[in-house]
């Protein structure tokens, strides 16, 4: 009584202030009450219509939070958060198919198996399964996937590790797993998963791990501790919440690591510390707000490799999000080579395929409801386009692609037709229930087209659902007199030929039409390209310098220089290539 008559005075005079200061605001947030689907509970808009409109909302979020913690509500946030029993908050999702998620696994497997390659997935634990039967209730659809992927890994033979039940047989509660204040796991839930990750790669995967005891074992680090409080505290306030305790296990023992990230260009060499942390760790600036997880590896990057300078054996490709870092920095200290990939940050990239052309030891899925738009990466090349004619100065066109990437094409798929860059024909969407799976090809269709549209030039980018492209914008159409250049001059260094050209059409050059310059041989293409990097054009009237790297030896009194859309038009002008002496 005492302690909630304590609490009561704390929050009259925020609620007065409120009232004052943000009377206005108050009455734009008349409590709009949501129906639940059992009809149970009702919540209000108020607390998402402060925090977007008044003044220093970090303040009035803590003001809402510490009312809403007097009024012992449980979901807050318009239905987005809930606080169980336990003091744990759960993060809210809508329903999500597990489909892409299930296909790529399986996609995947197969690919693994043919190769002889032993695949973990590994299923990490959701909040939906642990707390109160309301959080359960409301919480349920983040766990829905879990059974299907289960299926889909049975069924291409892979190796299935289910974290709640490592976490049900250490007798962890589910304040030992996750953190209160934030959507991850605790440090200590991390290192367990470890443990039994690297239990399952030797029992049922064949590997052997040097110097598994030193790891493995917990005496072998210095445990520091940070108050921290985490990334869903901005919508509740600390005062709701909580405040969290981050644990970092620092070995005491010798490392010697290497980290190369392509798409940031970053490069690290040091111990574990300088390598696979990011240097947050600060004695004497200590902040509550620090948000920690990142202070672990590489988020948000798609693709990097952390290497091992004291091991000698398993080289691991690892798959999964930020819910299982700690892990793979901590098993990083176990292996030759770690490769990760976060399937969330691929933009369309087949990073999954660029991976897989190294050889592993084993490839491990840290699978979660973070990954629900699948593994692969989404790839496609326009193999060839017809134009059918049509009555009454009409036409169809047809464009056949290949699906080279690692994901399938289902229905949220599509193919956009573009004039000169500028206006959208239409679009063309998948006609069949049947996914294009990776390695088959499609026929997309653009029906009853006006005639003079073939004066201009067509290109065609692939789509998904309009969220990103993938695969190259590619023209497919253009009338010859469009295209034409000039050689400017050439030149060699060594056994590099640098060649000046200019534009002389009323067409831009752009990497994504696919314009490269070639060399001929007694009039046969050679197949050898220089070409326009990414992020550079060439408007008509400019020129650009073409570098081809060691082609001399190539060459002879037969050559020339051409000018050339890739697998659709050769310019009309060729350029006898200037051999020196």
Same mark, same amino acid.
């Not at 304590?6 to 009455?27: D, E, N």
């Not at 940070?226 to 490392?255: H, M, R």
């Not at 760790?281 to 952390?306: A, C, G, H, K, M």
């Given at each position: *009584? +005492?302690?909630?008559?304590?609490?009561?005075?704390?929050?009259?005079?925020?609620?007065?202030?409120?009232?004052?200061?943000?009377?206005?605001?108050?009455?734009?947030?008349?409590?709009?009450?949501?129906?639940?689907?059992?009809?149970?509970?009702?919540?209000?808009?108020?607390?998402?219509?402060?925090?977007?409109?008044?003044?220093?909302?970090?303040?009035?979020?803590?003001?809402?939070?510490?009312?809403?913690?007097?009024?012992?509500?449980?979901?807050?946030?318009?239905?987005?958060?809930? %606080?169980?029993?336990?003091?744990? *908050?759960?993060?809210?999702?809508?329903?999500?198919?597990?489909?892409?998620?299930? !296909?790529?696994? %399986?996609?995947?497997?197969?690919?693994?198996?043919?190769?002889?390659? &032993?695949?973990?997935?590994?299923?990490?634990?959701?909040?939906?399964?642990?707390?109160?039967?309301?959080?359960?209730?409301?919480?349920?659809?983040?766990?829905?996937?879990?059974?299907?992927?289960?299926?889909?890994?049975?069924?291409?033979?892979?190796?299935?590790?289910?974290?709640?039940?490592?976490?049900?047989?250490?007798?962890?509660?589910?304040?030992?797993?996750?953190?209160?204040?934030?959507?991850?796991?605790?440090?200590?839930?991390?290192?367990?998963?470890?443990?039994?990750?690297?239990?399952?790669?030797?029992?049922?995967?064949?590997?052997?791990?040097?110097?598994?005891?030193?790891?493995?074992?917990?005496?072998?680090?210095?445990?520091?501790?940070? &108050?921290?409080?985490?990334?869903?505290?901005?919508?509740?306030?600390?005062?709701?919440?909580?405040?969290?305790?981050?644990?970092?296990?620092?070995?005491?023992?010798?490392?010697?690591?290497?980290?190369?990230?392509?798409?940031?260009?970053?490069?690290?060499?040091?111990?574990?510390?300088?390598?696979?942390?990011?240097?947050?760790?600060?004695?004497?600036?200590?902040?509550?707000?620090?948000?920690?997880?990142?202070?672990?590896?590489?988020?948000?990057?798609?693709?990097?490799?952390?290497?091992?300078?004291?091991?000698?054996?398993?080289?691991?490709?690892?798959?999964?999000?930020?819910?299982? *870092?700690?892990?793979?920095?901590?098993?990083?200290?176990?292996?030759?080579?770690?490769?990760?990939?976060?399937?969330?940050?691929?933009?369309?990239?087949?990073?999954?395929?660029?991976?897989?052309?190294?050889?592993?030891?084993?490839?491990?899925?840290?699978?979660?409801?973070?990954?629900? $738009?699948?593994?692969?990466?989404?790839?496609?090349?326009?193999?060839?386009?017809?134009?059918?004619?049509?009555?009454?100065?009409?036409?169809?066109?047809?464009?056949?692609?290949?699906?080279?990437?690692?994901? &399938?094409?289902?229905?949220?798929?599509?193919?956009?037709?573009?004039?000169?860059?500028?206006?959208?024909? !239409?679009?063309?969407?998948?006609?069949?229930?049947?996914?294009?799976?990776?390695?088959?090809?499609?026929?997309?269709?653009?029906?009853?087209?006006?005639?003079?549209?073939?004066? $201009?030039?067509?290109?065609?980018?692939?789509?998904?659902?309009?969220?990103?492209?993938?695969?190259? $914008?590619?023209?497919?159409?253009?009338?010859?007199?469009?295209?034409?250049?000039?050689?400017?001059?050439?030149?060699?260094?060594?056994?590099?030929?640098?060649?000046?050209?200019?534009?002389?059409?009323?067409?831009?050059?752009?990497?994504?039409?696919?314009?490269?310059?070639?060399?001929?041989?007694?009039? +046969?293409?050679?197949?050898?390209?220089?070409?326009?990097?990414?992020?550079?054009?060439?408007?008509?009237?400019?020129?650009?310098?073409?570098?081809?790297?060691?082609?001399?030896?190539?060459?002879?009194?037969?050559?020339?220089? *051409?000018?050339?859309?890739?697998?659709?038009?050769?310019?009309?002008?060729?350029?006898?290539?200037?051999?020196? $002496?």
């Amino acid at each position: *009584m +005492k302690k909630r008559l304590k609490q009561l005075l704390i929050c009259v005079p925020f609620l007065l202030i409120i009232f004052v200061i943000g009377a206005r605001t108050l009455y734009d947030a008349i409590p709009v009450f949501l129906e639940t689907q059992s009809s149970i509970m009702q919540v209000t808009a108020s607390e998402g219509l402060l925090k977007e409109k008044l003044y220093g909302k970090n303040t009035f979020v803590e003001f809402a939070g510490a009312t809403l913690k007097l009024l012992n509500r449980g979901l807050i946030g318009d239905g987005q958060f809930y %606080k169980d029993s336990d003091g744990v *908050m759960h993060l809210l999702k809508g329903e999500q198919s597990a489909y892409l998620l299930e !296909e790529s696994t %399986k996609d995947l497997g197969q690919q693994l198996k043919n190769r002889g390659i &032993p695949f973990l997935v590994c299923q990490i634990a959701e909040r939906g399964t642990y707390g109160d039967s309301l959080s359960k209730f409301f919480d349920s659809v983040s766990t829905a996937y879990i059974e299907p992927l289960k299926t889909a890994a049975a069924e291409v033979g892979a190796q299935y590790l289910d974290y709640t039940q490592v976490f049900s047989n250490a007798g962890y509660l589910s304040t030992d797993i996750f953190l209160k204040t934030d959507i991850h796991y605790t440090t200590n839930a991390e290192f367990l998963i470890l443990q039994n990750v690297i239990e399952k790669l030797e029992l049922e995967c064949g590997l052997s791990f040097e110097n598994k005891k030193t790891v493995l074992d917990i005496n072998n680090y210095t445990i520091d501790k940070y &108050p921290f409080i985490g990334n869903l505290v901005a919508s509740v306030g600390q005062i709701y919440a909580g405040t969290d305790t981050f644990e970092y296990y620092l070995p005491k023992f010798q490392t010697s690591m290497h980290l190369v990230n392509p798409s940031s260009e970053l490069q690290k060499d040091g111990s574990f510390e300088q390598v696979c942390i990011n240097g947050f760790r600060d004695w004497e600036n200590q902040s509550v707000r620090t948000y920690r997880i990142t202070d672990y590896l590489q988020w948000p990057s798609p693709y990097y490799r952390i290497t091992n300078d004291l091991v000698h054996s398993n080289d691991v490709l690892v798959i999964g999000c930020s819910m299982s *870092m700690r892990t793979v920095a901590y098993l990083s200290l176990m292996c030759r080579s770690v490769t990760v990939l976060d399937p969330r940050y691929f933009d369309g990239i087949d990073y999954l395929n660029q991976a897989l052309n190294s050889d592993y030891d084993a490839v491990i899925l840290f699978a979660s409801n973070n990954l629900l $738009n699948g593994i692969g990466g989404y790839g496609a090349s326009v193999q060839s386009f017809e134009i059918e004619s049509l009555p009454g100065e009409k036409f169809n066109l047809h464009v056949t692609v290949l699906n080279d990437g690692t994901m &399938p094409w289902t229905g949220n798929i599509y193919l956009q037709a573009t004039v000169s860059g500028l206006n959208t024909i !239409e679009s063309s969407f998948l006609s069949s229930n049947n996914p294009v799976v990776p390695g088959e090809i499609y026929t997309f269709t653009f029906e009853s087209l006006d005639q003079s549209l073939l004066t $201009n030039l067509i290109s065609v980018q692939m789509q998904n659902n309009g969220q990103f492209t993938f695969g190259n $914008n590619t023209i497919i159409l253009a009338p010859l007199d469009e295209y034409s250049s000039e050689v400017v001059s050439q030149r060699f260094e060594n056994s590099d030929l640098f060649v000046t050209v200019k534009n002389t059409s009323s067409v831009i050059w752009k990497p994504e039409y696919q314009v490269k310059c070639g060399l001929s041989v007694d009039g +046969k293409d050679t197949g050898l390209r220089a070409t326009i990097p990414y992020g550079t054009q060439v408007p008509p009237g400019e020129s650009f310098e073409f570098r081809f790297e060691d082609v001399k030896p190539q060459l002879s009194y037969g050559s020339e220089i *051409m000018m050339l859309q890739e697998s659709i038009v050769y310019f009309p002008e060729r350029t006898p290539v200037e051999l020196p $002496n």
